[in-house]
């Protein structure tokens, strides 16, 4: 048995008083408590303190737990200093956050400990913490088995599958369609509740070469960043899911890192997941504006076929996923072939520090999206080069072997070889290295017919103009970390890493 309670469930900042009553006014923290009886905390925004006490209360000592960080955004954190099982001597917690290329989870939550912002600081506590950087990977937390997977946000964030006894749970929070511009268009074509039909950047399966973890029934995203988050939740009990906006407020959201209601319905029916809870509420959305985002998803569900259960993340209130028998002769199932493809994908993209100096290529035309990628991934101190046509474009990449290539598929070049022919060719080269280099295309508003050509000629990833700075940092740092040498995968600041830790 899986027990999870929710003691935060509101977005970006607390919002206290009488219209936030029922599902709760405190920033993000969810506790799970395993069979064994294994502690992990999910965020530690306003809502933690109140699992502090409880936990103090409890009468347990010493006080043992797993704090696993989506990121370090405030309302993710600051909960963190006021956490009090940290106060005392004998506690001991694992900490786990994003990090690599030199960042570190602990200096995310040092920071905002900084003697100007809070009188005690991180070094001063009485328990003892260790600290974990997480890319993309699987590790042991107690007897759960826990899969992080990059979130698409505007800054380096993971989601988190946990698996045990047979049940699966994913806390996938902070993150934003990977096909924003497809939501618009889709939007502007159709009012509101009439989308089922024409799910979001989704065709029925088969077409783009692949099925999706559904079988036969069901749509799959075009985009392949968009498959690989369905497939991350793929055949869960239980997603707990950023839905921050409906549909008709994203329009003017595009770009903030979050997700409308319909996108978490949409993800969740085409993963086969039972259980959909609604989280990060907007602040400004009193308790009678999410009763109607529930009853809008609900019939969205409904309308596409699904038996989802839909419902909102409510504050206080606990859930409980049995555990499930797994028999070993039984058939593959919609889960058995989402852990394979997880499990095949960590095995090709194991996670760890880049070593050396990553050096990024853009092959661009327009003037000013080269200006602002160089004024983006400058604080990174990456080493930067610019193609502007086809050629230059392929000649630099096999000269210069960058490790991450960033590409306008509409890029002029002699002979035919634009962006995309240049994306063929570099997928073609006799060496592995250069033919394996991740490849993220860069457009304004492309088509799906565009897009699917793209992935076809061997593109990891599509991103769409215009970008923030923080978004292709991001991006380009998550695929770093992904194509990075394999290495142990966890780096662990203070002590040595915890003996149960396994990487894959
Ligand atoms: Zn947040
Ligand atoms: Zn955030």
Redesign the pocket.
């Known amino acids: 048995m899986m027990r999870i309670r929710f003691w935060g469930t509101r977005g970006s900042r607390p919002q206290p008083g009488p219209g936030t009553l029922r599902f709760g006014g405190n920033t993000l923290c969810v506790e799970v408590r395993t069979a064994d009886g294994t502690l992990i905390v999910l965020d530690c925004g306003s809502g933690a303190p109140g699992l502090g006490q409880a936990l103090l209360a409890s009468g347990e000592r010493p006080l043992r737990g797993h704090l696993l960080f ?2 370090t ?1 405030w ?2 954190i600051q909960g963190f200093p006021f956490f009090a099982p940290f106060i005392l001597p004998g506690n001991e917690w694992d900490i786990y956050g994003p990090g690599g290329l030199g960042h570190h989870i602990k200096d995310g939550l040092a920071g905002q400990m900084d003697y100007a912002y809070f009188p005690v600081q991180l070094e001063q506590l009485g328990a003892r913490l260790r600290f974990h950087d997480l890319g993309e990977g699987t590790l042991g937390v107690g007897e759960a088995v826990a899969t992080t997977c990059f979130l698409n ?3 380096p ?1 993971i989601g988190y599958r946990l698996e045990v006894g047979g049940a699966t749970f994913v806390y996938a929070t ?1 993150h934003e369609p990977h096909m924003q511009h497809v939501l618009t268009e889709a939007r502007a074509r159709e009012p509101m509740g009439t989308l089922a039909g024409d799910r979001l950047g989704m065709r029925p399966n088969g077409s783009g070469g692949a099925d999706g973890p559904n079988g036969s029934a069901g749509v799959w995203p075009i985009h392949r960043e968009e498959r690989r988050h369905v497939e991350f939740l793929a055949g869960a009990d239980l997603v707990i899911h950023d839905a921050q906006y409906t549909l008709a407020e994203y329009q003017q959201k595009l770009g903030w ?1 979050h997700s409308p209601a319909e996108y978490a319905v949409d993800v969740a029916v085409a993963a086969g997941v039972n259980r959909l809870a609604l989280f990060h509420h907007e602040p400004l959305r009193e308790d009678g504006g999410v009763d109607q985002v529930v009853e809008h998803c609900r019939q969205r569900a409904a309308a596409a076929g699904s038996a989802l259960q839909v419902f909102a993340a409510t504050e206080g209130d606990l859930l409980e996923l049995p555990e499930r028998p797994t028999s070993a002769g039984a058939a593959p199932s919609a889960n058995g072939r989402a852990a394979a493809l997880l499990s095949r994908r960590t095995a090709d993209a194991p996670f760890g520090e880049s070593g050396g100096d990553p050096a990024i290529l853009f092959a661009g035309h327009e003037p000013d999206a080269i200006s602002r990628f160089i004024v983006a991934l400058q604080p990174e101190r990456f080493r930067i080069l610019t193609a502007h046509d086809g050629e230059a474009a392929l000649a630099t990449a096999r000269a210069e072997r960058p490790t991450v290539i960033v590409l306008d598929p509409r890029l002029p070049g002699r002979d035919g070889l634009d962006g995309l022919a240049v994306c063929q060719a570099i997928r073609a080269d006799a060496e592995a290295a250069r033919r394996n280099v991740p490849v993220l295309l860069l457009t304004h508003d492309p088509s799906l017919d565009l897009m699917e050509a793209g992935f076809a000629a061997g593109a990891s990833d599509h991103l769409t103009l215009p970008f923030t700075s923080g978004r292709m940092r991001t991006r380009v740092r998550n695929w770093l970390l992904r194509s990075a040498t394999p290495s142990s995968g966890i780096h662990t600041a203070d002590t040595p890493a915890q003996r149960e830790l396994v990487t894959a």
Do not use: I, S
Request: hydrophobic residues 0%; negative net charge; glycine residues 10%.
């Open positions: 989506t990121h955004h309302d993710h946000h505007t800054t964030t902070d890192g």
